[in-house]
């Protein structure tokens, strides 16, 4: 059956979508440049284990969301990992902040997007670099990733200015010692330069091995984009001073150049006619919060609007 939809973006928002569209009968290919399924849900084999090196974790408030999240956990793919997160600020004491449960996943946050893909016809390691032939297409992307595939012509003009959301860097850091020597399970980190976040990997992911993975600001990560190596040096130095810590035995660094959405945008999906085609987007810069679970609602709803269409 030659496919009828083509979803560009195998992050959870694309694999939500598809999902939908397969589940009631409509042809789909889904295509990612990746090796692997996941997008910003990325895992990488470090030292023989997953570190989770884009997301950190992730909360639960739809039900929707909440019953996919249930199924994981029955089947132990996904653990409920803290509620309560250590604040850091140079000259104050250290807080402790509880907020909603924050989940991690045993074998990465990657491997949850895995399970969903499982079943459908995924295209990798594929670089889309034009919107692809298709009678209706899905961009699961962020917007300036998805605005690069869009024609140069005046029909997809409409389009093209809705997919108006700038995003911001961060580097990546992951750092291993041959013990723990520290006590949080997650760190806010409020106006240091360098880093904002810290997370203890073996922690959320529960082997408990000693690593930590800690999170530039964007304003760090802007000048090392085109050579993020060079930011290593100065992240585990600001990351040691932060925490106390030995030198590392080992380090790894990765960049995001599109890692959140500025701004706001309250819609749960673009869906526009342009051309002789359906063009439609999704993702976490489609609703309230950027974050997992708005991936997951944002490509269900469009999913399940494309199923009414064109059903
Ligand atoms: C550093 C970092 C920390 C984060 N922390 C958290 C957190 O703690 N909690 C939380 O809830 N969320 C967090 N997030 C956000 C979360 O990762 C995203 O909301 C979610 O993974 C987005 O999924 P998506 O499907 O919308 O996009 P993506 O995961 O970005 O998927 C887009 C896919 O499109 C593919 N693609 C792009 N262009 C092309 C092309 N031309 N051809 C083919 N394929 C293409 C990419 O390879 C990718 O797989 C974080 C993100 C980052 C980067």
Redesign the pocket.
Known sequence: MEPSVVV???????VACARELAAAGVAVRL????RR?????ASRRLDGRPVDL??????VTDDGFGAVVTDWQRRGLATPWTDTFTVLEAGAAPETKTGPVRWGAPGGLRSLVEDLADGLEVELG????ALPDAPTVVL???DP?AV??LPDDPSFAAVRRRLDRDYEP?L?LSARWPGRTWDLDGAFVNGDDTIAWVADDGRRRGDDAPVLVA?STPAFAQPHLDDPQAAADPMTAALRDLLGLDEPVETYLHR?SI??PTGEREDPYLLEEAGDRLVAA????WGPT??????WV??SALGRELVRRLG
């Open positions: 560009v973006g195998a992050g959870l928002s694309g295509v990612d440049r990746g399924v996941g997008g910003r849900m884009g997301a950190s974790y992730f909360t594929s670089h889309v670099e699961a992307m962020p990733q690069r595939l961060v990546a999170h995001w890692a959140r999704c993702g976490d810069g950027s974050k997992v679970e708005t991936a944002s490509g």
